[in-house]
């Protein structure tokens, strides 16, 4: 018999031989880099959507602007992302879509007199 | 476990929630990714469509995550990720009408430091061991692959195969005394 497989008393240990067969796999590196492609185009179209937002809230919402308490709050959100896996989360377009916002919401400011 | 119903996409929510929502999201992926993958792997038979359908089930673990979290009370997402991956799996052969196109094959698990006759006879005991896997009923072969693939306990099953905890506990019973009686029949 061999080290591997074993019959006790005639029967096979299935169990013992499941768990050599069925051992975990690491996922191949390219699977990983993929669906962080995959999962940054996600999170870009959430940037964007985000940026889509602020447009919006510049052109219907001037006057609640007005109150920094209203437009602080998107930029110390975007700001909130410290993500501890970057690959996965795509820091740069964290760091892009806090300075469009900080840039659109600067211009709104600017337009409303602030 | 969750549809798509009654859910929050991602990207409609206050920034804010988005970040922890993404951090969180992470941490699941980097703590699961392997499980998914292996339960993938020997769902399907091949790296290939094992790494499509772990793909896809992250996907649909993101979209799907931030309700996920509010309904787990705390309880680990495990058997819920596994649960997506289950069903696309069982939608991928649904689609494409077909079994696992090439056999199951297993990761070479002899350790090198064993002598030439022993691996020989070892992996033909372990080839035999998955071939008779692959044959089993779908559920049977599901709950075998996540109890020593992944290691989750009946509990955890369970909740992956919709099932009660007793239930499952019955069918894991039945698959291994199945392998067993089939293993003896050689």
């Known amino acids: 018999m061999s080290e591997t497989g074993e019959k006790l008393g005639g029967s096979w240990d299935v169990e013992r031989l499941l768990g050599d067969a069925l051992r975990p796999i690491e996922p191949p590196e390219r699977l990983s880099g993929r669906l962080e492609d995959t999962l940054a185009a996600v999170t870009q179209a959430a940037v964007e959507e985000l940026s889509d937002w602020a447009e919006e809230l510049s052109e219907s919402e001037l006057r609640a602007l007005r109150d920094p308490r209203n437009w602080v709050r998107p930029v110390v959100a975007v700001g909130a992302g410290g993500i501890a896996t970057g690959a996965l989360l795509v820091l740069e377009l964290r760091r892009r879509s806090r300075q469009q916002a900080k840039g659109r919401l600067r211009s709104v400011a600017d337009r409303v007199g602030l | ?186």
Request: avoid cysteine.
């Open chain 2, 1 to 186: 476990m969750s549809d798509a119903t009654e859910n929050v996409e991602p990207g409609s929510l206050d920034p804010a929630a988005k970040a922890e929502l993404d951090r969180a999201f992470a941490e699941l992926y980097r703590d699961h990714l392997k499980d998914v993958y292996s339960y993938a792997y020997y769902r399907v038979g091949n790296r290939h469509d094992a790494e499509d359908l772990t793909e896809q089930a992250f996907l649909q673990a993101y979209r799907h995550f931030d309700r996920a979290r509010r309904e787990s009370d705390g309880r680990p997402l495990r058997p819920w990720l596994i649960r997506i991956a289950h069903n696309l799996a069982l939608n991928f052969y649904r689609d494409r009408s077909r079994r696992p196109q090439t056999p199951l094959e297993y990761a070479d698990p002899i350790p090198a430091q064993h002598g030439t006759e022993a691996v020989a006879e070892g992996r033909e005991e372990l080839r035999q061991v998955i071939e008779k896997l692959d044959n089993l009923p779908d559920d049977r072969r599901d709950a075998l692959i996540m109890r020593f693939a992944l290691g989750m306990d009946n509990r955890e099953i369970a909740r992956a195969l919709g099932r009660s905890d007793g239930a499952t506990k019955v069918l894991i019973h039945r698959a291994i005394k199945q392998l067993e009686e089939e293993m003896s029949d050689e």
